[in-house]
């Protein structure tokens, strides 16, 4: 988790400067530091990378349980985000930025609604995040227009904001909620702002079916057909996709947000993730909404991940710790573009760093670090947050949020939404 060569580091020092990483190595290096941090029995780790979420659905979390997902969206979820209003969005996402750097989350790609409200809570909260604002067209060319128009605004203006920490993209919801004839579109407007993509693919075997018959193939083979498969896509989910589908999105290098506990719960099925990262697909790991989940704690998403890839392939050798960190890290930077900037305790990357406290009983004896942190650490055994340089949280105390008013105004706003 150190490095690329997945080098780990007893008794070892990491000076930040500027933002950035300058040294990594031995201690004894004699360093005049403006702040310090005792890492003493604490592990040091690049912060972990939530690949796919709606972060501002922490205000409909535990609203609709133990449905499927069509009577959760068609019957819940879209109903109430009818009814949104951008505060609304800012206080549900502040929530959500509480409960990401308290488990130890530095970045997160997010596609929502209102997400210029989103990027104001990254800027308070001190995160970094990949931005796209949620495109539904619905075989509605004027609905479509709208839509992208809207998408496009956000990208162009909050690309870089937040002291250059957000990141834009366009998104277009999904395969059954989109055209071909808009995604074209979509990707011809992506490419000339500059910017990726980011969407859900496969994600429901009706959905993706339906899909299917509508064309005549699958989706992934259409958008192979229009020219939208890239290294500028994430796609979320890819549960039904079959192998060819995988080698077709190898092959165009497009990156693939894993997120077991969503797809689990919503009983869509479990990814093929084994096979896909044995094709080279860069695969990071996301909680999806927690709406669907119900939490963003990527230390427990990871471990489930383990656990169901090892049933899926009768296979106890499948994902294994060091593979399973890579994903929440390096690999999720991958899928986002962002590898050669996040992911990894390496010098002249930016100094997005988790601390975990590892004097604790579920993680002791000390055993292999990997081990330790994919299968025994849980979110709340991060003890301190730092993005870009910038302490986010200290000793288990947010620097930046004032946790007690954020939990408050979410639950104020959830309650109200509840009776609008
Ligand atoms: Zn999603």
């Given at each position: 988790?150190?490095?690329?060569?997945?080098?780990?580091?007893?008794?070892?020092?990491?000076?930040?400067?500027?933002?950035?990483?300058?040294?990594?190595?031995?201690?004894?290096?004699?360093?005049?530091?403006?702040?310090?941090?005792?890492?003493?029995?604490?592990?040091?780790?690049?912060?972990?990378?939530?690949?796919h979420t709606h972060i501002a659905m922490t205000l409909f979390r535990g609203l609709a349980e133990d449905v499927p997902l069509n009577a959760w969206l068609e019957n819940v979820i879209w109903p109430r985000e009818a009814k949104l209003?951008?505060?609304d969005v800012?206080?549900g996402?502040?929530l959500g930025?509480?409960e990401?750097?308290?488990?130890?989350?530095?970045?997160?790609?997010?596609m929502y609604l209102?997400?210029?409200?989103?990027?104001?809570?990254?800027?308070?909260?001190?995160?970094?995040?990949?931005?796209?604002?949620g495109?539904i067209?619905q075989?509605?060319?004027?609905?479509?227009?709208?839509?992208?128009?809207?998408?496009?605004?956000?990208?162009?203006?909050?690309?870089?904001?937040?002291?250059?920490?957000?990141?834009?993209?366009?998104?277009?919801h999904s395969e059954y909620s989109?055209?071909?004839?808009?995604?074209?579109?979509?990707?011809?407007?992506?490419?000339?702002?500059?910017?990726?993509?980011?969407?859900h693919l496969a994600e429901s075997k009706p959905y993706a079916d339906s899909v299917?018959?509508?064309?005549?193939?699958?989706?992934?083979?259409?958008?192979?057909?229009?020219?939208?498969?890239?290294?500028?896509?994430?796609?979320a989910h890819c549960i039904h996709?079959?192998?060819?589908?995988?080698?077709?999105?190898?092959?165009?290098?497009?990156?693939?947000a894993h997120c077991p506990v969503s797809n689990m719960k919503v009983a869509l099925g479990i990814a093929?993730?084994?096979?896909?990262?044995?094709?080279?697909?860069?695969?990071?790991?996301g909680t999806d909404g927690p709406a669907s989940n119900n939490h963003v704690d990527?230390?427990k998403d990871?471990?489930i991940a383990?656990?169901a890839?090892?049933?899926?392939?009768?296979?106890?050798?499948?994902?294994?710790?060091?593979?399973?960190?890579?994903?929440?890290?390096?690999?999720?930077?991958?899928?986002?573009?962002?590898?050669?900037?996040?992911?990894?305790?390496?010098?002249?990357?930016?100094?997005?760093?988790?601390?975990?406290?590892?004097?604790?009983?579920?993680?002791?004896?000390?055993?292999?670090?990997?081990?330790?942190?994919?299968?025994?650490?849980?979110?709340?055994?991060?003890?301190?947050?730092?993005?870009?340089?910038?302490?986010?949280?200290?000793?288990?105390?947010?620097?930046?949020?004032?946790?007690?008013?954020?939990?408050?105004?979410a639950t104020?706003v959830a309650q109200?939404l509840l009776s609008r």
């Amino acid at each position: 988790m150190i490095d690329a060569e997945d080098r780990t580091l007893q008794h070892g020092l990491v000076a930040v400067d500027n933002g950035c990483i300058v040294y990594v190595g031995p201690n004894g290096v004699d360093y005049t530091a403006t702040t310090e941090i005792d890492g003493h029995g604490k592990l040091v780790m690049p912060g972990l990378i939530n690949a796919h979420t709606h972060i501002a659905m922490t205000l409909f979390r535990g609203l609709a349980e133990d449905v499927p997902l069509n009577a959760w969206l068609e019957n819940v979820i879209w109903p109430r985000e009818a009814k949104l209003k951008p505060q609304d969005v800012y206080a549900g996402a502040l929530l959500g930025c509480a409960e990401m750097i308290e488990t130890g989350t530095t970045c997160f790609n997010d596609m929502y609604l209102f997400m210029d409200q989103v990027a104001e809570a990254v800027t308070k909260s001190g995160l970094r995040a990949v931005l796209a604002e949620g495109m539904i067209e619905q075989g509605d060319p004027e609905k479509g227009q709208e839509a992208l128009h809207k998408g496009e605004v956000f990208a162009k203006n909050y690309d870089r904001f937040a002291g250059g920490r957000v990141r834009t993209r366009l998104g277009p919801h999904s395969e059954y909620s989109c055209s071909p004839e808009f995604l074209r579109k979509v990707k011809d407007k992506a490419d000339s702002l500059g910017v990726g993509i980011h969407m859900h693919l496969a994600e429901s075997k009706p959905y993706a079916d339906s899909v299917a018959t509508k064309l005549g193939k699958s989706a992934t083979r259409q958008l192979e057909e229009i020219g939208f498969l890239d290294d500028q896509l994430i796609v979320a989910h890819c549960i039904h996709v079959d192998q060819e589908e995988m080698n077709i999105l190898a092959h165009h290098r497009v990156g693939v947000a894993h997120c077991p506990v969503s797809n689990m719960k919503v009983a869509l099925g479990i990814a093929k993730i084994v096979d896909m990262i044995g094709r080279g697909i860069p695969v990071g790991i996301g909680t999806d909404g927690p709406a669907s989940n119900n939490h963003v704690d990527m230390l427990k998403d990871i471990k489930i991940a383990a656990l169901a890839q090892k049933s899926l392939y009768a296979d106890a050798t499948a994902l294994p710790a060091k593979k399973l960190l890579r994903m929440a890290t390096i690999d999720g930077a991958k899928a986002l573009g962002l590898d050669g900037e996040i992911g990894s305790v390496e010098v002249g990357k930016k100094a997005d760093l988790i601390l975990i406290d590892l004097n604790k009983p579920h993680l002791s004896p000390p055993a292999d670090p990997w081990t330790t942190v994919a299968h025994s650490a849980m979110g709340s055994d991060v003890d301190t947050v730092i993005v870009d340089g910038r302490m986010l949280m200290q000793s288990r105390r947010l620097t930046e949020l004032n946790e007690e008013e954020v939990i408050k105004e979410a639950t104020r706003v959830a309650q109200e939404l509840l009776s609008r």
